[in-house]
């Protein structure tokens, strides 16, 4: 897994019924990309550092679509 700030980090959950955590990659701590990265979570005000585990994807800045207005 490799990423860039400004990617978002998308955690599914392992719990039926709990919704994903969308974060955005706010800082990395690997010039390569590699985790942890810290990830400032859509639902928080504070950044978190994060060693994803299996059920996370990134989503690359370029990946992610545009919202419309």
């Not at 942890?36 to 060693?51: I, K």
Request: aromatic share 4%; net charge neutral; hydrophobic share 35%.
């Amino acid at each position: 897994m490799k990423a860039k700030v400004g990617d978002r980090l998308v955690l599914e959950s392992a719990q039926l019924g709990k919704p994903r955590r969308i974060g955005i990659i706010v800082g990395l701590h690997h010039a390569d990309g590699s985790p942890p990265y810290d990830v400032r979570w859509l639902d928080q005000e504070h950044p978190t550092m994060v060693f994803p585990g299996p059920d996370a994807r990134v989503e690359h800045h370029q990946d992610v679509p545009a919202k419309s207005s």
